[in-house]
């Protein structure tokens, strides 16, 4: 008995697998965009990973091969101090990603946190939509530029200042989704039964929101890159021994017209992951709400 229930509950458990299986392969046949899109990110994560392992010590110096032209010696070519553009490039992958997706992380749970309570709890809804009323009011890249200068140059300071300025827009996003899905009849009847909030959070309200907060999260993601390559640029970002791509183009800037490959490397691969999560963002929109794909058609 305990043989054939043990067998049963394998088969079962493989059927289970095998049906999952199914559902992700028709879900990514059908947007074959999301395939590509997280195809492409995830090559970038494992060049990420893979970079320091593989690569030279990108921030080693050595004066005599300054300023070479890309060659198969050197791919990507070098920077007036004689380090690998291409060992610098990869590696500044890992400090965009790390950025990217610690903001997508902050703003996210912090953002769910204030728009639940302000959509549930009126009594404190007006408090915390002005707090971030008064966030948005200042401009995102100078918030962070006078975080930074509070603070110092450090990768976690970064993550910290551009939190803070894209926390207000995942919050009203989350907000302006609960105020239509406590209205609906089974949330009424939830409340009407005595359900505690917290589970009512849980099981109704989640995940309803989720595919807008995915969706926020990617652009998130998008923007904290983009904002830690300016903040870099304008020298507030992450230290200059740090060779983020934002780094790589403030110094190449000087030698435009010797060593254009200093700029033109790390601004391809900054634009290109950029469109990527954008690309996968717009994506992942039209998967989870049906209600625009059909409007465009």
Same mark, same amino acid.
């Given at each position: 008995?305990?043989?054939?229930?043990?067998? +049963?509950?394998?088969?079962?458990?493989?059927?289970?697998?095998?049906?999952?299986?199914?559902?992700?392969?028709?879900?990514?046949?059908?947007?074959?965009?999301?395939?590509?899109?997280?195809?492409?990110?995830?090559?970038?994560?494992?060049?990420?990973?893979?970079?320091?392992?593989?690569?030279?010590?990108?921030?080693?110096?050595?004066?005599?091969?300054?300023?070479?032209?890309?060659?198969?010696?050197?791919?990507?070519?070098?920077?007036?101090?004689?380090?690998? +553009?291409?060992?610098? +490039?990869?590696?500044?992958?890992?400090?965009?990603?790390?950025?990217?997706?610690?903001?997508?992380?902050?703003? +996210?749970?912090?953002?769910?946190?204030?728009?639940?309570?302000?959509?549930?709890?009126?009594?404190?809804?007006?408090?915390?939509?002005?707090?971030?009323?008064?966030?948005?009011?200042?401009?995102?890249?100078?918030?962070?530029?006078?975080?930074?200068?509070?603070?110092?140059?450090?990768?976690?300071?970064?993550?910290?200042?551009?939190?803070?300025?894209?926390?207000?827009?995942?919050?009203?996003?989350?907000?302006?989704?609960?105020?239509?899905?406590?209205?609906?009849?089974?949330?009424?009847?939830?409340?009407?039964?005595?359900?505690?909030?917290?589970?009512?959070?849980?099981?109704?309200?989640?995940?309803?929101?989720?595919?807008?907060?995915?969706?926020?999260?990617?652009?998130?993601?998008?923007?904290?890159?983009?904002?830690?390559?300016?903040?870099?640029?304008?020298?507030?970002?992450?230290?200059?021994?740090?060779?983020?791509?934002?780094?790589?183009?403030?110094?190449?800037?000087?030698?435009?017209?010797?060593?254009?490959?200093?700029?033109?490397?790390?601004?391809?691969?900054?634009?290109?992951?950029?469109?990527?999560?954008?690309?996968?963002?717009?994506?992942?929109?039209?998967?989870?709400?049906?209600?625009?794909?059909?409007?465009?058609?």
């Amino acid at each position: 008995m305990s043989m054939a229930g043990t067998m +049963t509950d394998t088969a079962a458990a493989a059927r289970n697998r095998s049906s999952v299986v199914r559902r992700i392969t028709s879900f990514l046949a059908k947007h074959p965009v999301i395939l590509i899109g997280g195809a492409v990110l995830l090559l970038f994560i494992v060049t990420a990973l893979l970079a320091p392992l593989v690569l030279p010590d990108p921030t080693r110096l050595n004066p005599v091969q300054r300023l070479r032209t890309p060659s198969l010696q050197h791919l990507f070519g070098t920077d007036q101090f004689g380090r690998s +553009t291409l060992s610098r +490039t990869l590696n500044g992958t890992r400090i965009s990603l790390t950025v990217g997706i610690l903001v997508a992380v902050v703003t +996210t749970a912090v953002g769910l946190l204030f728009g639940l309570f302000a959509g549930f709890l009126r009594r404190i809804d007006n408090v915390i939509m002005r707090l971030m009323d008064g966030i948005m009011a200042i401009p995102g890249i100078l918030l962070a530029i006078a975080l930074m200068s509070l603070f110092g140059s450090s990768i976690q300071n970064v993550v910290v200042a551009i939190s803070i300025a894209e926390i207000p827009r995942m919050a009203r996003i989350v907000r302006s989704s609960v105020l239509v899905i406590r209205e609906q009849p089974y949330v009424e009847a939830a409340v009407t039964n005595g359900t505690k909030l917290s589970r009512l959070l849980w099981r109704h309200v989640l995940p309803n929101i989720a595919a807008p907060v995915i969706v926020q999260a990617t652009y998130v993601f998008a923007s904290a890159m983009i904002v830690e390559s300016v903040l870099s640029f304008l020298g507030a970002g992450t230290p200059p021994t740090i060779p983020s791509w934002g780094n790589m183009l403030a110094e190449g800037r000087q030698y435009l017209q010797r060593g254009p490959w200093m700029i033109a490397f790390p601004g391809a691969c900054l634009a290109l992951l950029v469109l990527t999560v954008n690309v996968l963002g717009d994506a992942l929109r039209d998967a989870l709400d049906p209600r625009l794909s059909r409007s465009r058609r």
